[in-house]
């Protein structure tokens, strides 16, 4: 060798060793990729087709489970590996492999898990890089997991398939989805949706714990509840029925009212009885996802759909909008679009039924029946006190009182009076909460200081007048209030 190709040759190397700094992309120690999975499929990786797809990095335990499971049915087997080298994440399959074969780059490693939620207690190690080496009778097959890039917002679910033929690639993939489906972990389970942080589209699904309210717990005027729970939990408990008759059961239910009179509140009793419902929650901008929510909800069904504060979207177009609203006719194209035996139920609440679009009540399957959650009245007032203030001491006298200088407020007013007597309560050094622990309260509460507090509280509109009161029956003076004649 001349010493002019000595030094091109030195030149490729020193090149060759700066590009592979500033690529991390440096020959790996670990045993060799390729002679690993030539020996499993017993023919030539490099020479393969590789077969793609990819899912929502939300399914991310779902894909996990899906190929776990076909792996693992009768006459299969598999086992996992990992692999060793820098950047794999940012190339395919047919990369890695080439630069495993050609350069040494990539060899076999410890697999890389994830620790993905699956409740809201309970986590599972996933998949994030690695192969599956399985077996199915003659075919074998490698396939690579990529999982979602957290850094790049949440991204998808990477699989690719080597197989001993075409056709079984494509029969592994094409059984997935239904697995993913009968293993998905939301079935049955209480979850919102998010914005991904750096991507356009739906990012990661959360789990809520399942509210635990009473029948008791929920306080309505005569009638009301019943008409709810014969629309959503009706319809569910008398399906077959329904079927059989040739009736749909898929419904729409909207609960109108001012806020903080329990639209949200009788929503969490429904969740509490319907225990086996897939629930998809939505509020704010996330109605945007009402698509993923409902596609969610058919593979899932018996599945609820809840859609809150629904005038954000379904605003009337003639209300200066200036045009069409494309995410109300998305809204209203899910709906129809679900088959009549979807047990599917939407859930809907608002706190301006006159600005809803008609459209989205006119016509069965969007909208059945409109339920309004008006302000508590006289004996709904009572049982809110006795509801969130039992331990209040109270005389019969008081407590009458109390719900007569309350016309006009709502539930969330109620609940707010009986925290705010606790804490004066607490705040004099009170053992029990007083009946003048509430007088001061509720003095507070409807004083003209507390004007913005009460619209807040729902208790908008008309105000509640200010009357002077009589005297409470019991209770120890506070200090620092005058005590009345």
Not at 225 to 245: C, N, Q, T
Request: aromatic share 6%; glycine share 10%; net charge negative.
């Amino acid at each position: 060798m001349t010493n002019g190709e000595n030094a091109n040759e030195e030149f490729r190397q020193e090149f060759r060793r700066l590009i592979n700094q500033l690529t991390r992309d440096e020959p790996t120690t670990r045993p060799p990729l390729i002679p690993r999975l030539r020996e499993h499929l017993g023919f030539e990786p490099l020479e393969a087709p590789v077969l793609l797809t990819n899912f929502a990095g939300h399914d991310h335990a779902n894909v996990h489970l899906a190929l776990t499971a076909w792996f693992s049915a009768p006459g299969r087997s598999f086992e996992l590996i990992g692999v060793s080298g820098a950047n794999r994440s940012d190339n395919p399959l047919a990369e890695i492999l080439e630069g495993a074969e050609r350069w040494n780059h990539y060899g076999v490693g410890a697999v890389d898990y994830s620790h993905v939620s699956i409740s809201v207690d309970d986590e599972l190690d996933c998949v994030a890089y690695g192969f599956f080496l399985g077996v199915d009778g003659d075919d074998r097959f490698a396939v690579l997991m990529q999982g979602p890039a957290p850094r790049y917002g949440l991204g998808a679910v990477r699989v690719e398939v080597i197989a001993t033929t075409t056709d079984a690639g494509k029969r592994l993939l094409d059984e997935l989805p239904d697995l993913m489906r009968e293993h998905n972990i939301f079935r049955g389970k209480v979850v919102s949706l998010e914005g991904a942080d750096f991507a356009e589209g739906v990012g990661p699904f959360r789990f809520h714990r399942r509210p635990g309210v009473q029948r008791s717990e929920v306080v309505l005027p005569d009638g009301v509840l019943d008409r709810v729970e014969r629309h959503v939990i009706g319809v569910a408990a008398h399906r077959e029925k329904l079927l059989a008759e040739g009736q749909h059961l898929r419904r729409g239910l909207l609960l109108y009212g001012p806020p903080g009179t329990g639209k949200t509140h009788t929503v969490r009793y429904l969740l509490s009885r319907l225990e086996d419902f897939t629930v998809v929650l939505l509020s704010g901008t996330t109605i945007q996802y009402i698509s993923a929510a409902c596609s969610l909800a058919r593979m899932l069904q018996p599945a609820l759909v809840v859609l809150e504060d629904c005038d954000l979207v379904a605003e009337a177009r003639s209300r200066g909008r200036g045009g069409e609203n494309p995410l109300l006719f998305t809204v209203l194209n899910e709906i129809d679009g679900l088959a009549s035996e979807a047990d599917v139920a939407f859930l809907m609440t608002t706190n301006r039924a006159d600005l809803l679009e008609p459209a989205l009540s006119q016509r069965p399957g969007r909208v059945d029946i409109a339920v309004e959650i008006p302000l508590p009245d006289k004996a709904g007032r009572r049982q809110l006190l006795d509801l969130y203030g039992p331990r209040l001491q109270l005389t019969e006298d008081d407590a009458a009182e109390v719900v007569e200088r309350t016309d006009g407020t709502t539930a969330s007013f109620a609940k707010e009076l009986v925290r705010r007597s606790v804490l004066v309560s607490a705040e004099r050094g009170g053992d029990e909460t007083s009946a003048a622990d509430v007088r001061l309260a509720l003095d507070e509460l409807l004083s003209d200081r507390d004007a913005l507090t009460r619209r807040l509280l729902g208790a908008g509109g008309d105000e509640p007048q200010y009357v002077e009161p009589a005297p409470f029956t019991d209770g120890p003076a506070v200090p620092g209030l005058a005590p009345r004649d």
